[in-house]
């Protein structure tokens, strides 16, 4: 039992990675001020990239540096339709989602000619696991040994990067100078132009870091979970990253709380013990599919704010103009 | 020239700019897979018109991206972005079809009244639910009509595969339905009139979604319900003020958007499969988008729009038959980049366009 409740942490992990990167490259966004329903786009893009770039140069870090490439380009061209043209974010975000699905099936046919997918990658151009220090000898130590070797160790890189990246935003956001600058953005961009900071900097700088995360969650999928980038991969993900940090109420800890929260979700339907204890309890076919659409009611309701109510940045949304 | 007319003049000047963009850097991607952008151009408006079937194909797409593009359009007019019409669509079909099932022997005279409302309901009530969200909770609408699309291909991936397949079949859809509520094809129409066309996929329903057009034209700017949608639309505030409900227009805003989006499942189901099928909504939810947004989010200029983008699919295919390297998915791409240029970079060129304007009318 015990160990069973560590294997379904463990995979919840594993499974809240993509969404826990996402969320943080969406702190950064929303915070100041700049809508990002394009997370999606960002992953399905870096998905395939760091795939298509893992297997030529047959490392997984060169497919990790496109990623972040693509999901930087992407960020971009949203600051550019968003922030210096002062278009409507909701449509821009839209656009590249959408762009981002076209763009990344038409490249895959036209490279490799199947369906839409890229070759699988062998062992070496993948994020493999990384056992830590002392993990096989504490193993059988009870209790902190078990959690340790289960639960600790035996990722891979992204992952642990993920799990960094959490404190890191908590204190770019709230305890560096540059994290005034982008909450004071966010919130009162007027205020800030009079004290003589560029709003529109700042929100540059938020969106490459955005850019960076959302694409680093999309090669998670490509080169860690799975070992290909295959049509539409994202599946909705970049928006429950999203959905995650509203619930979050744009604070990282929370966040990555309710990220692990979807991902648990996730994780029960991929273990069996678990589906033949419910499956006692109601019929299979409709627990199936109820298991399947769980992660996504969950996020309507946490939506609804049922959970408590979520403030945003004040100023999300608005295009910064001096003249206003 | 006076005033309204160098208005149009802009805005068809700026939506032309913005589609040449989009098509500029679609050929540019066409381009750098090896492919020369002009010959691809060529076979797609042949795919399209060239022959007889592709224009029969080019107009049944059509059809879907009228309805999907209203299902947007209305939406927007009330300030709301449903992207949720994939879903709606999807739903609404299930709904279509599930009449036709089960009045199959019935005559269509009586059916597809029954299968309108149905797809109507349907459709309806899955743009409402996250139209209740959006407007009691405040829950966005994005996110919440994009949920509801997966939970709607959840629902139905489960229903075919399991509830509505027959026994002996392999492929997750469901039966064919009797002739008798097939809606006629579009030759068979024309037969009745003595003339002969060749038979593809397009039906009456086409006649249906132009009526729709005019419908929703008036519904917008006619109505005292069309005008409050507007001013919600416009401005929240004002609208309150003035003792309209915010969240009353709002959710029947999105029922409308489901219920049009739902008569997509009229075209393809009654129309053309005469069965349930999976994934036969497939990307005609987020085309609407692109389609509203491109015709200004007008039902004339959607109604062009969506003939544009059935050109785009029904050539699409042709070019991805001709050009191995060339994926169908390039109509997608396109979308996207219609989305940016025609929706969140709208005023790239409209100073430059309005100052050429003024200097020609002052002539």
């Known amino acids: ?324 | 020239m006076n005033e309204n007319q160098a208005n149009v003049l802009v805005v068809t000047l700026v939506t032309i700019i913005n589609l040449l963009l989009a098509f500029f850097i679609s050929g540019i991607v066409i381009w750098s897979l090896g492919e020369d952008p002009w010959f691809a151009l060529e076979t797609m408006l042949y795919g399209a018109f060239g022959y007889d079937e592709g224009l029969g194909y080019t107009l049944y797409y059509t059809t879907n991206f009228i309805f999907t593009g209203l299902a947007f359009a209305v939406g927007f007019h009330c300030g709301l972005f449903n992207i949720g019409a994939e879903g709606q669509a999807y739903i609404g079909g299930l709904g279509v079809g599930l009449i036709c099932l089960w009045l199959e022997d019935w005559s269509l005279w009586i059916v597809f009244p029954l299968a309108v409302l149905t797809s109507i309901v349907a459709g309806g009530i899955w743009g409402a639910i996250p139209g209740y969200f959006k407007a009691k909770r405040g829950s966005h609408e994005v996110v919440t009509t994009i949920m509801f699309n997966f939970i709607a291909s959840v629902i139905m991936v489960n229903l075919l595969s399991h509830v509505l397949r027959p026994p002996k079949e392999m492929s997750p859809e469901s039966r064919e339905f009797a002739e008798g509520v097939w809606i006629p094809q579009m030759h068979e129409i024309f037969n009745w009139f003595g003339l002969e066309i060749t038979q593809t996929p397009l039906n009456g329903t086409f006649i249906f979604s132009i009526l729709c057009l005019f419908l929703v034209w008036r519904l917008i700017w006619f109505t005292s319900w069309g005008y409050e949608m507007r001013t919600v639309g416009i401005n929240e505030s004002a609208a309150v003020y003035a003792g309209i409900s915010v969240s009353r227009n709002i959710i029947i805003a999105m029922a409308v958007c489901g219920g049009l989006a739902g008569f997509v499942g009229i075209n393809e189901i009654m129309g053309s499969s005469h069965r349930i099928m999976l994934n036969f909504q497939a990307g005609i939810g987020f085309t609407g988008i692109a389609v509203s947004l491109i015709g200004r989010n007008h039902p004339f200029g959607i109604m062009l729009a969506a003939l544009l983008f059935g050109i785009l699919y029904q050539g699409g295919a042709e070019l991805s038959f001709e050009v191995q390297a060339i994926d169908r998915h390039l109509v997608v791409l396109i979308q996207g980049l219609v989305i940016l240029f025609a929706g969140a970079l709208e005023n790239l060129f409209r100073p430059q366009v309005e100052q050429y304007v003024k200097q020609i009318v002052r002539r």
Request: glycine content about 10%; charged content about 15%.
């Open chain 1, 1 to 324: 039992m015990w160990t069973d409740v560590l294997l379904i942490l463990d995979a919840t992990l594993r499974i809240s990675v993509p969404f826990v990167l996402a969320a943080m490259g969406g702190i950064f966004a929303e915070r100041s001020g700049v809508i990002d329903f394009g997370l999606e786009g960002k992953m399905l893009g870096g998905a395939f990239v760091a795939a298509t770039v893992a297997h030529w140069t047959q490392s997984a870090w060169w497919g990790l540096l496109g990623a972040i490439g693509i999901g930087i380009i992407f960020s971009m061209m949203h600051g550019y339709a968003s922030v210096s043209k002062r278009g409507n974010q909701v449509v821009s975000c839209v656009a590249i989602n959408i762009f981002a699905m076209g763009l990344t099936v038409v490249l895959a046919n036209a490279w490799f000619h199947m369906g839409g997918k890229t070759p699988q990658l062998p062992r070496e151009a993948r994020f493999m696991s990384i056992d830590l220090p002392f993990a096989e000898e504490l193993r059988n130590f009870p209790i902190i040994g078990e959690i340790y070797y289960e639960l600790i160790s035996g990722h891979n890189a992204l992952v642990y990067i993920a799990f960094i990246a959490v404190p890191f935003t908590a204190w770019v956001v709230f305890k560096s100078s540059f994290g005034l600058r982008l909450r004071a953005t966010g919130e009162n961009p007027l205020a800030v132009d009079t004290t003589g900071i560029s709003v529109n900097k700042t929100r540059y700088q938020a969106l490459i870091l955005n850019g960076i995360l959302g694409g680093m969650s999309g090669a998670y999928l490509s080169t860690a979970h799975l070992a290909f980038f295959v049509k539409d991969m994202s599946a909705g993900k970049g928006y429950i990253a999203l959905a995650a940090m509203i619930v979050g109420k744009w604070r990282p800890y929370p966040a990555m709380f309710a990220c692990l929260l979807f991902s648990f979700l996730f994780a029960i339907k991929d273990k069996p013990e678990i589906f033949d204890l419910l499956k006692g309890i109601f019929p299979v076919k409709l627990l199936n599919s109820f298991l399947d659409m769980s992660p996504y009611i969950l996020t309507i309701i946490f939506l609804a704010g049922f959970v408590g109510r979520a403030v945003a940045p004040k100023a999300i949304g608005q295009p910064f103009s001096k003249e206003k």
